[in-house]
């Protein structure tokens, strides 16, 4: 059986090799070939074709377009008036012939050029195409959004295409669009418009509650590559260690950037790794800045959660200003205050160990101190913060090119709450002498974590006469945080001082530090970019080089927050001992400081190629090589075929890869985490994550990482039945090999050479690296829209729906080393297949409906989230709801605009929590009066909340336009 599964394994193996090889040729001759042709038949179509101008041309009514066109090209075009003013044309920028820019100009317009014998150019109608009257008020709105999507940067290297052009699936989501639905930072914004983008919340997740791990189509917060104008974005420094969707991986600070500094959001629903390198498995997020010369807006807006908590104050004030004859400066500055949430249950449990345990399951007490304990302990919702970010975006032409840049900065200070230690914790909360606790009515640890965020471009691009462009940039971007322990106490220190001071109880307590730097965390990366383009009659060519370099830091903590300072050598120096650590975020010591680099030089070929009229052919080739595990060469194909004037056909199949990120190579600590044993107690674990090259690591046989490795396919359509409605349609498959995941908590007693090396390193738990899954990604995306007219103004319907399902296919440990004797169960637990598998909605589904005339803005949207299951300690589905967000904006004045607004209007709740609980009981008195009786903290799962678990809010705005 081993045999046949061994022989089947190098079967799939072999096809695989030998279906990314014929991709590497097919991508190889669809790029270099339709080059050679080029290349050998310019001069004859140099000599034959039409001269080359360079256009400029806005989208407005086609009368208007085509004058602006003619007089550009200096030639006659002949065309009716009373035809062609119902028609609105596309954009143009860039060098054409006369024959390419009417035919970009009037596409999708029902009309089209004619050239006679005599070289005259004139303006026909296509057959079956009826002339449509519209006011000039809605042809304005319709040139702002043709005008937003003809400007699109991802997907390609090569511009100049709209959405409905490209072979893959683009979603654009306007500044408009943004404001109408009414959330408070970017994360919470695509969750509620993208179905297929999960911003999941968490709670005493240590870092995870402030910096929330998104997704794409399921996948890892590391497996969606985000952009910056087209730039690639650093990543946050954190890594997701604990139980929570993400863990083990490391993404992007999606709310470092103000809000109101963006001009839209592009995103990619494909594996673009051929075209923008690693990570972009899931997709690509390319967030735009405002590029306005004329903007002066300041916005301010106030809101709070039904239950009277999470206050919510904002104010941003953007500038657009002119810089020379072209160029502008735009400039956002916002401020936030928010105020943390609470639903956490009742403390049930006692907290002074006086209790007896009764027949009935029951606990009674006469102590005091229990009797009238605060039972609001524990603090579970959302973080408390204020932050200042800032952004600019700017260009300026010089030298018959464009000096551009962008800079951005975020300052962000939070605060969460660990698990509350209470006063029988004796090892985390030691008896003094007077027979109490060190902090007698115990302590909730506060996690303070200061997140600076910042990163600045700039870059000349330059376009020839003869269609080439070049393009040249520098950016550079770094994510540090620096985590502060408060409200807390080493009690390893409170022990020492208890067994050899003078001092007297109440000077201990008044001495002992209450808080302390735990460490810090930092990722900067610098990237250089060079980027050479060439368009020809049906052919475009891209051609690049980049570089880049990563360097990850980890920052000690100061002694406090790491020592254990009743303990020598492993070896407790008094009877009584107690954990070393500042308790609930414990630091770093001197020895688990990184200060690692790496290199990474990259070349890419990316071509497009217009077979005929209705068949455009893309193809991209990419060489990555890492200095640290090696290179990875990928490829694309797509095609985008124009089957029916209202039918296009579109499919794309690629290569990907996501290199090991300098978190997964590098993070160590040890940590606080919480597990669930098997009788569903909630039990307290030191666990030390060792980073991939360490002594243990090696001493076990784990090798290094290396890259993830994907198979993308998608293959869908877009459907317009009128100019009005468009339905579109994506079925996509993602195959992963060798996924970095970590490791289950190891403990000692699982295997013989696994307790040894534990023993070496002084660990009783540990968790680490490896590539060790295999995994399969099925979905379908559905976008349909409708946009009319009806009382007075225009609406837009939007259906978005997203289907997906990640199956965990393969399970495996390194060949050759001592974690290949142990079950591979033991390495990776149901809990870890879980993650993967189901702790995200397998569907979302989303209706929006805007209605806007000349005072009055409504926007309504109902977001489906589908059910999803959580394993923790035991295993609980929880179910299907519905969220209703409605929004409603007056122009009071030509300047003025005020909103109200509601998410989660019905205050809808995820179900309550049945696993994984804490601090649960009933505590009654000895006459038998109830003085608490509660399930446990826990009311909504803590592990993962796709819409949290906060309820109903509620906000109003005001926005002044200078």
Known sequence: MLNYLFKERKKQQHRAVLTKQLTHFFCSFFIIFPL?????????????????????????????????????????????????RSFNSNAIEGYYSVSLAL???????GLHAEINNKGQWSIKQKNNVTAQSKSKQVIKTTEKVKAIEKIVIVGSHINGRTVKELPVPVDIISADTLRNSGQTNLGQILQALVPSFNFSRSAISDGSDVLQPATLRGLGPDQTLILLN?????????????????????????????VRAIKRIEILRDGAAAQYGSDAIAGVINIVLNDSSEQATLTTSAGAYQQGDGQDYQLSYTQGLPLGDDGFINATLSLVDHQSTNRSGLHGACQFGQCIQLDNGHWQTDDPRELSANRATFRIGDPSYQQLSFAANSTFELNNGQLYGFLTYSHRENQSAAFFRHSAN??????????????????????????????????????????????????????????????????????????TSDLTVDELRAQLPKSAFAYGLSLSLETVNLLFSQDYENYSLALGAEFRQEIYQIIPGNPYSFQDYDTDNDQALFDQDAA??????????????VNESRDVVSLFAESVTQINDFIELSAAIRYDDYDIFGNSTNTKLAVHWQAHQQLILRGAYSTGFRAPSMQQMYFNNISTQFI????????????????????????????????????????????????????????????????????????????????????????????FFLNGADTATQGTDIVATWQTQAFAGDINFTLAANFTNTEVT????????????????????????????????????????????????????????GKYTITDGGKQTYGAELLTDISVSHQMSKNLAVTVGSHNLFDVMPDKNRIGNSRGGTIEDQQGNIIVDSTGVFKYSRRSAPFGFNGAYFYASLQYDF
């Open 230 to 258: 087209g730039k690639r974005r650093h990543q946050a420094s954190l890594i997701h260690i604990n139980s929570s969707v993400g863990r083990g991986t490391a993404g992007t600070d999606m709310n470092a950037i103000p």
């Open 36 to 84: 050679s042709f080029s290349l050998t038949t310019q001069a004859k179509v140099q000599a034959i074709a039409p001269n080359i101008t360079h256009f400029t041309v806005a989208a407005q009514s086609v009368d208007q377009a085509l004058i602006k066109l003619a007089q550009q090209a200096d030639q006659t075009i002949i065309f009716s008036y009373d035809l062609t």
């Open 426 to 499: 004796n090892n985390e909360n030691p008896l003094l002498s007077d027979g109490q606790a060190t902090i007698p009515q115990g302590y909730l640890p506060k996690i303070d974590s200061d997140i600076k965020d910042m990163s600045y471009n700039f870059g000349y691009k330059v376009a020839f006469d003869n269609d080439s462009a070049i393009d040249i940039s520098y950016t550079y971007g770094k994510n540090q945080i620096d985590y502060t322990t408060k409200d807390s106490l080493n009690a390893s220190y409170a022990n020492y001082l208890l067994q």
């Open 810 to 865: 393969k399970l495996f440990t390194p060949d050759h080393s001592t974690l290949h004797t142990i079950s591979v169960e033991e390495i990776f637990s149901q809990q870890d297949i879980s993650i993967i598998e189901e702790w995200q909605p397998r569907n979302k589904v989303s209706v929006n409906t805007l209605y806007k005339n000349q005072h009055w803005t409504i926007n309504i949207l109902f977001n489906h989230y």
């Open 580 to 593: 070393g650590g500042i308790q609930g975020f414990p630091g770093v010591a001197p020895e688990l400081a």
């Open 103 to 109: 035919r970009k100009l009037l596409k999708n317009t």
């Open 676 to 767: 669930v044993d098997e009788s569903g107690s909630l039990l307290s674990e030191e666990v030390e994550t060792f980073r991939n090259d360490s002594t243990l690591t090696t001493r076990l046989g784990v090798p290094s990482l290396k890259e993830e490795e994907s198979d993308n396919l998608s293959v869908g359509f877009i459907y317009s039945p009128t100019e009005n409605v468009d339905i579109s349609f994506d079925f996509y498959q993602i195959d992963i090999d060798n996924r970095i995941v970590i490791s289950s908590k190891l403990g000692m007693g699982i295997s013989p050479l696994l307790d040894q090396a534990f023993t070496e390193e002084s660990v009783t738990k540990g968790q």
